[in-house]
């Protein structure tokens, strides 16, 4: 997406915007002073456990360098160049030079009334869209890590290689194809370090029908020698509906997209303004949606979701077999055999990007595993492009975000009643 921002909106600018949805989990001010100084610094003196698990040794992150020091090296690029062909000299140029700008990102800590030491954290980035958009990811990744080493922890890396590893064998045993895409909530770096280098040892191991596709966490992808993959994330439409208006919202976000990837990462993210929404652009250009190799749900009721798109090809006339659906909604275990099991029998090409699931799945030590350590609930979405805001409606109501009173204009353009 960074890319595509560089090559049509590098003038824009851009706020993005972090929101807890979780109203009954709170901060603690010292993991907001140590967040703070982890953006400022890269460098809070905080405990990360060994990869052994233990309790009673870890190291420190201060010979980690600071955010403004971050760059790729001649070897990462020279891979990066390999793995994603579709990326130009050109951008490959701006990002080696790219730095990210610590004071891009204002947070505040709103106590609790009655309550000094604990409250809510608000954090914004602002500045140029094709700078800040790197910001999401990272500010997130470090949120949690710092929350679970000092707020909630009662948990241990305890038994995470053998749960990745389970998992991965009843996927590649029910041939499914899957990708990890747990980099933003993830429990910590180590945790999803773990998790990726289990899943690339089983698939490896056990001679299965289905595959690892690889992580949407690049620095991880480059370290075990796997794709780095992911999709259009929901911003690319949210920024695109403020700037260029939301009449044809999706079929101009396609085509701009399709612009700068004329051949590759053709999956449409189909729910930032409904999926039925969606549809309405989608079905007004066959060879569109023919050259499209496919959708992604992301949200509302993911078994409903390819038999509709069935119905879609169809009444274009086009071979939904020849099409993929990828899942990255919440999945678990259950839900994707469910959903591989219903792609097989309407003919559909099914791949799963699981997140939380593999890098954030941990029960307390305390409970002696019967109960959860809940992962955050989180999100850092684009709020405004040039002054303008920014929405997202979605196939499920809580995951509505944005101003009210654009997003009920939305709504009444795309004649949503709910």
């Given at each position: 997406?960074?890319?595509?921002?560089?090559?049509?909106?590098p003038?824009?600018?851009?706020?993005?915007?972090?929101?807890?949805r979780?109203?009954?989990?709170?901060?603690?001010?010292?993991c907001?002073?140590l967040?703070?100084?982890?953006?400022?610094?890269a460098s809070?003196?905080?405990?990360?456990?060994?990869?052994?698990?233990?309790?009673?040794?870890?190291?420190?992150l201060?010979?980690y360098?600071d955010?403004?020091?971050?760059?790729?090296?001649l070897?990462?690029?020279?891979?990066l160049?390999?793995?994603?062909?579709?990326?130009?000299?050109?951008y490959?140029d701006?990002?080696?030079?790219?730095r990210?700008k610590?004071?891009?990102?204002?947070?505040?800590?709103?106590?609790?009334?009655?309550?000094?030491?604990?409250?809510?954290i608000?954090?914004?980035?602002?500045?140029?869209?094709?700078?800040?958009?790197?910001?999401?990811v990272?500010l997130?990744?470090?949120l949690s890590?710092?929350?679970?080493?000092?707020v909630?922890t009662?948990?241990?890396y305890?038994?995470?290689?053998e749960?990745a590893?389970?998992?991965?064998?009843t996927?590649?045993?029910?041939?499914?194809?899957?990708?990890?895409?747990?980099t933003r909530?993830?429990r910590?770096?180590?945790?999803?370090?773990?998790?990726?280098?289990?899943?690339?040892?089983?698939?490896?191991e056990?001679?299965?029908k289905?595959?690892?596709?690889?992580?949407?966490?690049?620095?991880l992808?480059?370290?075990?020698q796997?794709?780095p993959?992911?999709?259009?994330?929901?911003?690319?439409?949210?920024?695109?509906?403020?700037?260029?208006g939301?009449?044809h919202?999706n079929?101009?976000?396609?085509?701009i997209?399709?612009?700068?990837?004329?051949?590759?990462?053709?999956?449409?993210?189909?729910?930032?303004?409904?999926?039925e929404?969606f549809y309405?652009?989608?079905?007004s250009?066959?060879a569109?949606?023919?050259?499209?190799k496919?959708?992604r749900?992301?949200s509302?009721d993911?078994?409903?979701?390819a038999?509709?798109?069935?119905?879609?090809?169809?009444?274009?006339?086009i071979?939904?077999?020849?099409?993929?659906?990828?899942f990255?909604?919440?999945l678990?275990?259950?839900k994707?055999?469910?959903?591989r099991?219903?792609?097989?029998?309407?003919?559909?090409k099914?791949?799963?990007?699981?997140?939380?699931?593999f890098?954030?799945?941990?029960?307390?030590?305390?409970s002696?595993?019967?109960q959860?350590s809940?992962?955050?609930n989180m999100?850092?979405?684009?709020?405004e492009?040039?002054?303008k805001?920014?929405?997202?409606?979605?196939?499920?109501?809580?995951?509505?975000t944005?101003?009210?009173?654009?997003?009920k204009?939305v709504?009444q353009?795309?004649?949503i009643?709910?």
């Open positions: 997406m960074q890319q595509a921002v560089l090559r049509h909106f003038e824009v600018q851009a706020v993005y915007r972090f929101k807890h979780d109203e009954g989990v709170f901060f603690t001010r010292r907001f002073n967040f703070v100084e982890s953006v400022k610094r809070p003196k905080l405990p990360i456990y060994l990869p052994n698990g233990t309790r009673n040794s870890y190291v420190q201060t010979s360098p955010f403004h020091e971050l760059t790729i090296s070897d990462e690029r020279d891979w160049a390999g793995a994603c062909p579709f990326f130009s000299p050109e490959l701006y990002l080696s030079s790219y990210f610590p004071s891009q990102v204002k947070a505040t800590f709103n106590a609790k009334p009655g309550d000094d030491n604990l409250g809510r608000e954090i914004d980035a602002r500045g140029p869209w094709v700078e800040t958009i790197l910001w999401e990272p997130m990744a470090c890590e710092i929350y679970f080493t000092t909630d009662d948990w241990s305890d038994g995470q290689v749960q590893y389970e998992k991965a064998k996927f590649l045993g029910a041939d499914c194809m899957f990708s990890e895409f747990g909530r993830r910590s770096f180590h945790a999803q370090d773990l998790v990726v280098s289990t899943l690339v040892r089983a698939s490896k056990l001679a299965e289905g595959k690892f596709m690889g992580t949407s966490n690049v620095h992808a480059w370290k075990h796997v794709l993959i992911g999709t259009i994330a929901h911003e690319w439409y949210m920024a695109i509906g403020a700037l260029k939301y009449e919202v079929g101009v976000a396609l085509d997209w399709e612009n700068v990837y004329p051949n590759s990462l053709l999956l449409a993210l189909t729910d930032t303004f409904s999926t929404a309405k652009d989608f079905v250009d066959k569109r949606a023919e050259r499209w496919g959708l749900q992301d509302g993911p078994m409903i979701y038999p509709r798109a069935k119905e879609i090809y169809e009444s274009l006339g071979d939904w077999r020849e099409k993929t659906i990828i990255s909604d919440s678990n275990v259950e994707v055999l469910k959903l099991k219903q792609c097989e029998e309407l003919g559909f099914a791949t799963f990007g699981i997140g939380t699931s890098t954030n799945d941990f029960h307390s030590t305390s002696g595993g019967n959860k809940k992962a955050l999100v850092i979405k684009l709020a492009v040039d002054g805001p920014c929405v997202k409606i979605s196939d499920e109501l809580t995951k509505n944005g101003d009210p009173v654009v997003v204009q709504k353009i795309f004649n009643h709910v």
